[in-house]
């Protein structure tokens, strides 16, 4: 005798859907689960240096090519930097401020350029026509002293300003004593154009004489 058994699957989903709930819960975890182990390798070579996207309390980082800087010293260099700058421009000022200059030109009234070195900070520059002792007060308290080669020394020297010059610099000789001159020919070969400190043309730009100033009172 055969018995036929009929099951009624009418409400089997019904009543066993929490298996398929599982079923697609545990699928899902697996899935999310490989991604996440997956991705793992690459977020960690991203992060390179840094922690949770956040940089730490060292004061030393790496830069994208893996160096080391030091932001400490970045900072001590610039500071040095800015410093070494403010120290060379109060050089700068504080010898255009104390820094004496005399120009002896016999058309010193004409010549622009002590006008020119007065605009220019050189405060103390001043010209007269001539001198007839070396021991004036205003040659022993100039720094610096031009000599134009014409028309001065007259009661002095033969050589006017070349014999002017070469004196001045025998006597005062940690004075700077510069030859100047318009004109194009004469003794090349005096004595005093080896024994002052320079020799400029009377007609040089006046970043000539700015910049041979600097150059001699920084010597």
């Known amino acids: 005798m055969f018995f036929q058994i009929k099951m009624d699957t009418s409400n089997f989903w019904t009543v066993n859907w929490y298996y398929l709930v599982a079923l697609s819960a545990t699928f899902v975890s697996i899935t999310i689960a490989y991604k996440n182990y997956k991705k793992k390798p690459q977020e960690k070579k991203d992060d390179g240096n840094f922690s949770n996207n956040s940089f730490n309390n060292s004061s030393t980082f790496s830069n994208k090519t893996n160096v080391p800087v030091n932001i400490t010293n970045i900072i001590n260099n610039n500071e040095k930097q800015h410093n070494g700058s403010l120290n060379s421009n109060n050089s700068d000022e504080n010898m255009k401020a104390t820094t004496k200059i005399l120009f002896i030109d016999d058309n010193h009234t004409e010549y622009k350029i002590v006008s020119i070195l007065k605009k220019a900070g050189w405060i103390f520059t001043k010209s007269v026509k001539d001198i007839n002792n070396l021991d004036v007060a205003i040659v022993?308290?100039?720094?610096?002293?031009?000599?134009?080669?014409?028309?001065?020394?007259?009661?002095l020297f033969e050589d006017q300003g070349l014999g002017l010059a070469s004196a001045l610099k025998k006597k005062y000789p940690k004075k700077k004593i510069v030859i100047y001159s318009a004109e194009t020919t004469g003794d090349r070969f005096h004595q005093a154009l080896r024994e002052v400190d320079h020799c400029l043309p009377k007609n040089a730009d006046a970043y000539q004489f700015i910049n041979l100033i600097e150059n001699l009172m920084k010597v």
Do not use: C, P
């Open 140 to 155: 022993r308290e100039s720094d610096i002293i031009f000599v134009d080669i014409n028309g001065v020394g007259l009661e």
